[in-house]
Structure formats: C-alpha cells, structure tokens
C-alpha cells in the first residue's frame, strides 16, 4: 500500500534561488519553503493580521 504524501506543493518559483509554497493535507496551514544552494528555510506563511493562511483541506483529497 503507498503511502500517502502530507504535504503538497502547490506553487513553484525560481531555479537558482527556489520557493515554493507548500500545502498540509490535514491542516490546511500554508508555508514558504525557500532554498540557496545547501541552505533553506521553513515558515508558516501569514495573513495581514498575523494569523496562518489557510487553504480548504478539501481541495487537496486524494
């Protein structure tokens, strides 16, 4: 049986320099992952008033 993927990528920017915007399956929570090289970095991306944005879970089931 596959396992299934948590997390979704669901936009894609740059080749030197990468982002991408990654989707939690079972949260909803949306996050920037962004690389240099060998170095990167993880954050929750945020609204306006400071506070997660969030996609509908159910636009990802599989």
């Known amino acids: 049986m596959a396992k299934?993927?948590?997390f979704i990528v669901v936009e894609k920017e740059g080749s030197l320099f990468?982002?991408?915007v990654l989707v939690d399956k079972e949260t909803g929570v949306n996050y920037l992952w962004?690389?240099?090289g060998y170095a990167?970095?993880?954050t929750?991306?945020?609204d306006?008033?400071?506070k997660?944005?969030?996609s509908t879970v159910t636009d990802f089931d599989e």
């Open 34 to 36: 962004v690389t240099e």
């Open 48 to 50: 306006r008033d400071g």
């Open 18 to 20: 990468s982002r991408r």
């Open 44 to 46: 929750p991306l945020l």
């Open 40 to 42: 990167g970095g993880l």
């Open 4 to 6: 299934k993927e948590r």
């Open 52 to 54: 997660p944005v969030i």
